[in-house]
């Protein structure tokens, strides 16, 4: 099968000089997954181009957790983020799911047009919607075909604002998403300790808190397949 990963095109947040950009072990991680049991994982972002990447997510021990340093020095590897298709380009159709990653990127062009039509055209056609982190940002104000949101009376999780404070970024964020997808989803629930893994699934739908919850989401994903 074949899954259609999204990575955020952004690569600063808007109030300070703080870099970010995708989180790159919440791809490799579920692309590892995934891959190992045969399935191919392709690699989109909101705008194409070269995906930024989080520099805190490239540090130790970031880096070694899951073998994502491994990934980071395999140049055949990163070419991948090289020169990523537009989200908008690509064709929907030929893909069994999509996997939205994460990075605080995420929470300024995930919540954009084009990202809560790609969600909706997955959801409608039945197939898998995941993410993971701040990825769940997508799936924010999405609106499916007979009119109803994708959330509506879904269980799911993503990043808290207690790990925004553990990760002292609570004051750069554009908004809570704990809150917002505690707002629009019917159960918004949390792991009982910050930064562990925390999957929820429901349906054809599945989240992950944190970071650590990657690999745990594309565990999920191979179950619903």
Known sequence: MKFLAVATSTYRYQTSGYRTGLWLGEYTHFYDVLTEAGHTVDLASVQGGVVPLDPVSLMPPVI??????????????MKRLDNTPALADVDK?????IYLTGGHGTMYDFTSETVREAVASF??????????????AGLLNVTLADGSKLLDGKKVTGFTWAEEKVARRA???PFSLEDELGAQAG????????????????GLLVTGQN????AGV?????ELI
């Open 64 to 77: 070694g957790m899951g073998d994502t340093d491994k990934r980071y020095e395999d140049g055949e590897f």
């Open 93 to 97: 159709d030929s893909y069994d799911g």
């Open 123 to 136: 959801a409608d056609a039945g197939k898998i919607v995941s993410a993971v982190c701040h990825g769940p």
């Open 171 to 173: 004051d750069n964020v």
């Open 187 to 202: 159960e918004y629930s949390k792991g009982a300790v910050p930064m562990t893994e925390h999957v929820v699934v429901d």
């Open 211 to 214: 970071p650590m919850s990657a």
């Open 218 to 222: 594309g565990k999920a994903v191979l």
